[in-house]
């Protein structure tokens, strides 16, 4: 194992023991949503991956190390955490902090090379990044997706985030050859709702044919993991048609206020989180347990083939 990663002693021991772990990132704590409901979301996350009979890895960089598997107090500790005094880390930037000694949050890209580098194959988190709407005049995409085409782990979110222009984020993946797999639907699930209106490129209805085409994919020596996409459970979703004006406004509002880096993404979930009172927050929570608990299924069988 890398010196520089720590395990806490139960993911040790679960992946000495090749049982099913499932890597957690920590941006969505840190930048995705307020305190506190951000440390009751990471805690019930957790709750959930161990209901599902798996091992929860959430993953952050603390004094120097990259640590997989955080206890109470230091999950408590990067919950308190103000955005600006964590770093939001991504592929770029996490030997940087490592070097600086700083705190650090991993976006989907770092959490999924800390992920490799710990030996653990499923992550699950709330929505992936993608493309910007206008990308076309400020190149804003996220080192997601380069990410899902190098390091081989299977990422299960909710679709991409409405707020990001769909239809070209969905081009960048095929580009890549990254697998787009919706979770028991035809079409591409959009976050807060279930339909973006789009199909999404494939489909499965089995945990166990996922953890297949990741074995399949490794066994094929194809670099790169999946994205699975998992719907937003119906009785928690708000419908694409209301989400429309709602996203359309904190874009306009971005935009006005020069917005723009790494600061987009947290900017638009908060105004979001006040224009819809609460209510997307509420649909973001449901949606990342949701997921934790497909992806511990994953786990599981990826473990059985083990
Ligand atoms: N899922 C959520 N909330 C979030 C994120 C995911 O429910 O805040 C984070 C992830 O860490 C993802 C990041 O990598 O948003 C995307 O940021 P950007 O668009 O700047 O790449």
Known sequence: MNPLIALSPEVAQARSQHRPVVALESTIITHGMPWPQNLEMARRVEA??????????????????IRVG???ETLEQLARTPQGEAMKLSRADLAACLALGR??????AATMICADLA????????????????????FDISADLQELARSPVTVVAAGAKAILDLPKTLEVLETLGVPVIAFGQDQLP????RDSGLPAPLRMDDPAQIAAAARLRR????????????????????????MIPVVEQALAEAAAQGIAAKAVTPFLLQRIFELTEGRSLQAN??????????????????????
């Open 119 to 138: 030996g653990i194959a499923v992550f699950a988190t709330g929505g992936v990044g993608g493309v910007h709407r206008g990308a076309e005049t400020s």
């Open 70 to 72: 955080l206890d109470a």
């Open 219 to 242: 066994d094929l020596g194809i670099a790169g993991g999946q994205l699975v996409v998992n719907p937003i459970p119906a009785e928690a979703e708000i419908p694409r048609a209301e």
């Open 190 to 193: 959009a976050f807060w709702s």
């Open 285 to 306: 929570v449901a949606l990342v347990l949701n997921n934790a608990r497909l992806a511990a299924r994953i786990a599981a069988a990826l473990a059985q083939a083990a």
């Open 103 to 108: 705190t650090g949050a991993t976006t989907v």
């Open 48 to 65: 959930t991956v161990r209901e599902a009979g798996a091992t929860p890895a959430t993953i952050a960089i603390i004094g120097g190390r």
